[in-house]
């Protein structure tokens, strides 16, 4: 299973912008990049996938590099209800489409 | 809608003790996927469902740990002979389908189950 690296850690403050980097740096072309964030408690909850382009939604939007070997996931105005651990997923369309999750980024946003 | 639901939300148990623990998927959805997350880790995969049929078990950790899923909606996690290793949060997602198209789906997750073996 294709490998993602990003930080332990990160730290915002209220209603700023957060950029959330992400190294997959073994992707291959049929690797969707998906984001999950985990509130404190609660089960994971999709954020936002892509492929080759980058993409927005209401959560998020997530900027894909152009060789696909690093995205980032961007928070526009960060409130206090982001603050999560948020994971960086590579699922491929062949396999069963289970996540396969790895230590994700702590983000604190701090008022 | 109804999101997934899992039940119990807690439980506890004695080493050695036989626990099932349910999920109730989305109403449609044909895929399902249980998930294991020990504290401080990100979760683990243990067995996808594709309607009746667990497509992909190669997650479950060994032969103690047994899923079912027998019409195609409602799935069981079931553990015998239980270990406190076992202690984690048991983790339910389903999807509107899975395999070939599963990279462009999202997984909807339920609120889990905190398993605590004594």
């Known amino acids: 299973d294709a490998k993602t690296t990003q930080p332990n850690s990160m730290e915002s403050n209220e209603e700023e912008p957060v950029h959330l980097p992400c190294n997959h740096s073994t992707i291959s072309g049929t690797d969707y990049i998906h984001w999950y964030r985990q509130l404190p408690s609660q089960g994971p909850e999709y954020v936002i996938h892509g492929l080759t382009s980058n993409v927005n939604n209401r959560m998020a939007s997530l900027a894909i590099a152009e060789d696909r070997k690093s995205s980032t996931l961007i928070l526009h105005r960060a409130t206090l209800r982001d603050a999560a651990v948020y994971y960086c997923?590579?699922?491929?369309?062949?396999?069963?489409?289970?996540?396969?999750f790895g230590q994700g980024t702590t983000l604190q946003v701090k008022p | 809608g109804a999101g997934v639901s899992q039940t119990p939300s807690n439980k506890v148990t004695e080493k050695g003790k036989y626990v099932e623990l349910r999920c109730d998927p989305i109403s449609g959805h044909t895929a399902l996927y249980w998930y294991r997350q020990s504290l401080g880790q990100g979760p683990e995969f243990l067995i996808y469902f594709q309607g009746t049929g667990a497509a992909d078990d190669s997650g479950l950790p060994n032969d103690r740990f047994f899923a079912v899923r027998p019409e195609g909606s409602v799935s069981t996690l079931k553990i015998q002979r239980t270990e406190r290793g076992d202690s984690a949060v048991y983790l339910c997602?389903?999807?509107?389908?899975?395999?070939?198209?599963?990279?462009?789906?999202?997984?909807?997750f339920g609120p889990g189950t905190r398993l605590t073996v004594l």
């Open positions: 997602a389903s999807s509107l389908t899975g395999g070939g198209l599963a990279g462009d789906n999202e997984q909807f």
């Open positions: 997923i590579l699922r491929l369309t062949s396999n069963t489409g289970k996540l396969i």
